[in-house]
């Protein structure tokens, strides 16, 4: 057997394609643009590359960006403030705070400051809650673009035996929630988890988020399955530098599961996605307009 490749960079690009449609009908319908506004304290790398990247799509979708760029040192006050000014304004739709944050400020505060409904990661203790109660809320967007993935491959999810590997707030919970409330039979697994091969084999959906890279040999896999890999690692190479890859072998896996998504190319570019997808969400939520199809969880 060889794995049907589900291709996230492909989906991404048909989602971004979705929203800048709806985008375009509720400027010329309604007079509205919505607004993203992003949060970067401090100078990592890797968060200024992500945060290049999202204004860019923002804008190429036909959103209004709105970037926030603030020294290391700013203090939680100022934040705060800043933060509430966005909370506010009705140019805002989305705010999202770019994390990690320097180590002074205190992340949950920061978090739990938002607005809820304008809280485009789904981080916000209040849209936990909601998420976790099967209530309408604001959805993780990386679980939210795994979910996307799973639904167009399956149609219906409904009675699937499905195991998350990690147990995180950004993703593993939220994605058993997820998984959960489209009636999926859904096992939570974690490193202390018995038996864990074993588990993972009766699994008709397997998501893998746990953040060590090739953890998952393709023996685990039961013939036919879905593997949706969400970890993104980066190894050396034999001949010399580095590789990305995911928490699945992806060549032992492939052989066996029914469907696949590779890394790099396969959740990574959904995230992003399903951030302006959720700022488009937060937007017509806000106007009492109806929500976009096919977006939400």
Known sequence: MSATIIDGKAFAATVRGKVSDHVAALKEQHG???????????????SQVYVRSKGKLTVEVGMNSYEHKLDADTSEADLLALIDR???????????????LPGHLNSDLVINSIDPSKDVDGFHISNVG????GQKSMVPCTPLGCLMMLRDHHGSL???????????????????QLLLGDSC??????SRTKDLPDVVRRADIV??????????????????ATVIDVGINRIEKPEGGTRLVGDVDYAGAAEVAG????????????????????????????NGLPEPDGLTA
């Open 158 to 176: 409904s009675g699937l035996d499905a195991v998350v590997l990690g147990r995180s707030n950004i993703v593993g919970k939220p994605m058993a």
């Open 32 to 46: 509205i643009t919505p607004g993203l506004a992003v949060v970067l304290v401090g100078e990592d790398p890797a």
């Open 207 to 224: 998501v893998a988020a746990v953040g060590r890279p090739q953890m998952v040999p393709g023996d685990w896999i039961k013939p036919g």
């Open 86 to 100: 966005l909370n506010t304004d009705p140019a805002v739709h989305g705010i999202l705070v770019q994390l990690p």
């Open 130 to 133: 909601l998420l976790g109660t």
């Open 259 to 286: 469907a696949i998504t590779p890394v790099p190319g396969g959740v990574g570019p959904m995230t992003i996605a399903c951030l302006l997808a959720n700022t488009l969400t937060a937007c017509c939520r806000a």
């Open 185 to 190: 039979t859904v096992t939570i697994a974690h």
